[in-house]
């Protein structure tokens, strides 16, 4: 890996960069350490009643989402939530000299660049990842993900293993393919089943720790939480980011990929990026170019063209490394065919914060996203109730978490595609009774790793006030006032909260819904509080057409020589018009978790492929 270019006066080299992060590093993981250790000094009760609504010195959210040193949440730019261009970008011919050389080129240093570095330095290439942040990780850092298909050690030492023990890679195909109608490629889905459990064991020996409780892997399928939230892949992102830099793979960071290089025999052979944000370098990748840096979910423009039911349902995303498709177009740009036609993964609760003036993306834990999760009198706009899916951890874990994006679907596909959510002014008296798991989880004070939550998230109130000030959660002293300004015609609000204070009164539910009776809470005491929510965009599955071997597929159908792709740029482990992403990327190895599967494919069989293995 060489720079051919004479460096700028006064500019760190690529080593002095890397060193200054590993100190900035350091310096931010002390840092957190201090506010950690002053947190636990107050003594608190890690009662939310008690302690939710201590003061907190931080900027208001709309102003920056940025509270670590090392910039971890970065700050939301509305110029670029959401991008609006879903043209490809043709490749740019082989210059006349390169500035820099290697076999294999990452593009993306989030959860499945950071694993294709890793693995393809492992086995010898010489690498260079691009990144045009200015830190590893990306969208994972902020994600959570779980691994319960089976093949994982963790989950061999259980006995179990989905759909039934001792794991069988066919029979998870075969579950997964009816679970699909039949629309995916089993060759794909194979793989990923055969891999997905080897690549975390993998992952351990690069220097992740997969402890059960502190990092979600989910290895006990009855009766126990799968305790796994948004706040805990940053620990395993830093993990394969300093094992791929001490074994040599090169990081660029702050220089986002503009363009690929193809030859005359329309072989990928290399990447442009704007190095710095300011100059143009070419990268000569002799092997091969794997592109793993995202898909598009916040390009409204690609996603009206690819996801329509997603542009149309999905009321948010919090994607906020700002994917904007660069990836997916470079590939249309050299030829590539797309798969996975209208299919995404969605979350529950996603806030329409745009509706009123907002930004597209958000930070996943606020406060308001959790509040909106929970199970409040939901309806549509003619007045419909609409049934919520329960978290709670019931016999089998693996059900509650399909509840997550099952209720997506569920608020995505109404007239008018948002639902509406309703409470009174009692509701903080109702929240610990709801008992809802996971993503749904409120933010307490003993919150596992509470510092990498924004400081002024910290107490969940701040998020709620945030939507309450920008009027998105919006408070009215009478109902006929909260359903106008929701915009639903008269009568619909009125009529609907009628029919629940009336279920509420008998203690028991219609059956076509219906709500546990702890949960009948009627809608009486002024202010009322109203909201408009629908999915909350986390993954984009359709992408660019791969083969198993994660090469990408052209419009003749061939493969297109040196170019590779992981998800989610990729597409093609899920059938065409899958709504959620269930059940493979979804409950089985979750968006993380697949990224993190498919950087670890993409390492080994671009090395395979076109460098002839290991050297």
Known sequence: MTDSKTARPGALSRRDFLTGSAVAGAAAVASLVGAEAAFAAEERSANWREDGSAAVEAPASDATNASASDGTYREHNASSFPANDATPIPPRAVPASWDYECDICVVGAGGGGLNAAARAVQLGAETICVEAMGLPGGNAQEAGMCGILGGYSGQEAKQFAFPSYPFDPKALTDWAMDEYHYAADPKLIYRIACEGGKSLDWMAECGVHWRLGEVPVYVAPKRSTLDHHVLKMKDATDAMFNYANQHGAEFLFQSPAVALVQDNDGRVVGVVVNEDYETERYIHAKSAVILTAGGFCNNKA????????????????????????????MGLGVGSDVSGFNSSASFDGGVDWEAEGGTWARFLYDGMTQLSRQPWLTIDRCGNRLRYMDSRVGEDGANAIYALGDLATIQMVPPGHRSYIVFDANYEDHLAGFAQEHCRKLITPDLEQIEKVPE????????VQDAIDADVLKRRDTLEELEADLGLAEGVLTEAVAKWNEACERGEDDFLYPMPPEWLHAITEPPFYGCRIGGNLYGTKAGLLINDQMQVVGTDG????GLYAGWHTAGGACGENSYIGDPILG?????????FC??????????????????
């Open 456 to 463: 002024h998230y910290r107490d969940w109130h701040h998020g």
């Open 558 to 561: 061939r493969v297109i020589p």
């Open 302 to 329: 690609l996603l009206e063209k690819y996801i329509p039911t997603a542009a149309m349902g999905c009321a948010s995303s919090y994607l906020t490394a700002g994917e904007r498709g660069e990836c997916f177009r």
């Open 587 to 595: 409950s089985l190895m979750g968006d993380v978790g697949l990224a």
């Open 598 to 615: 498919g950087g670890y494919l993409c390492g080994t069989s671009a090395v395979e492929n076109e460098m002839g293995g290991t050297r």
